[in-house]
């Protein structure tokens, strides 16, 4: 599949990687997560990403989430080491969908993960956005890496997870800096109209509706249940495709770094409220694994 027909029809995506490689051994309580996990074991991410496709999914979504200049140098890691890992994790993903072309003859897209300032921090403020930083800092932390990130080509970038509009404003800004990047923007939201820092969900579409190299938008490892009125909110100023991949409904415990308290409902069965909502692009964010995808997959194909 292209960009240019997944933009024209649907798109399944993978699910979480984090819970994911915690469920396959591995372990993510280090404040660099899934990145952690890149560094030293890659065939585990690999592993991953492969487990999606044999699935169905047709978009991998790489695992750069938690890589930042900031975060690395704190635990001891250099600027190369940061850039490495960046391009690293958009060549495993890459290497893994080229295989399984060659054996299946199906072709995913890569989404270059970009998530926010505040998974780097490792505090859970990514689900608030109440961050103690200015709108330079934001610019900051976002532009390098995404320029790393845009240079190993993958195929658009995901911007993910995104709690406030001051941040979204900031990302789309490093965007224009990339004249030939394609991008999603995904929102982080806490009820069934506003995002995680407060403003509406709406307002954040509006401002990207018309904006070229963003192709897609949506909400992101949010509760289940909130989700087929967000995309309605979405729908109703833009006709871009609208992408979901809600979280399984636990909250984020960031003193035990571990997700808790029951799931907000079944992630498939409210999956077709989504589409119906208008939703094209759909899969799945943390706690969701490839046998959800794969129930996933039967559903959009009814």
Not at 27 to 40: G, K
Not at 73 to 87: F, I, K, N, P, W
Not at 115 to 140: I, K, M, Q, V
């Amino acid at each position: 599949m292209t960009l240019d027909e997944a933009i024209r029809g649907t798109l399944l995506l993978d699910g979480g990687m984090g819970t994911e490689l915690e469920r396959n051994g591995c372990n993510v309580r280090d404040h660099l997560w899934s990145a952690r996990v890149l560094l030293d074991r890659p065939e585990e991410i690999a592993k991953v990403h492969r487990s999606y496709l044999e699935t169905g999914a047709q978009c991998l979504i790489t695992a750069s989430y938690q890589i930042s200049f900031g975060g690395f140098e704190r635990a001891g890691l250099t600027q190369a080491d940061t850039e490495h890992a960046l391009r690293r994790s958009v060549e495993i993903a890459r290497k893994v969908r080229d295989d399984f072309a060659k054996e299946r003859g199906s072709h995913a897209l890569i989404a270059a993960s970009v998530g926010p300032y505040g998974g780097a921090l490792a505090d859970g403020s990514e689900f608030h956005g109440n961050y103690a930083c200015t709108y330079a800092d934001l610019f900051g932390f976002h532009a390098r890496r995404m320029q790393v990130l845009a240079s190993a080509q993958p195929d658009l970038l995901a911007c993910e997870t995104i709690p406030s509009l001051e941040e979204a404003r900031a990302i789309l800004e490093c965007l224009h800096a990339l004249p030939a990047a394609q991008a999603w923007f995904t929102f982080c939201c806490k009820d069934e109209r506003h995002i995680s820092h407060g403003e509406e969900l709406r307002e954040c579409a509006c401002l990207l509706h018309a904006e070229p190299q963003v192709v897609a938008m949506g909400v992101n490892c949010t509760a289940p249940k909130y989700v087929a009125s967000l995309v309605r909110e979405v729908a109703a100023v833009t006709n871009k495709p609208i992408v979901v991949y809600p979280n399984s409904g636990r909250q984020w415990d960031a003193a035990s770094r571990q997700w808790i308290g029951p799931g907000g409902g079944t992630f498939v069965q409210l999956a077709n409220s989504w589409r119906e909502a208008g939703a094209s692009w759909i899969g799945g964010c943390c706690g969701i694994g490839p046998e959800d995808i794969e129930r996933l997959r039967h559903l959009l194909a009814a």
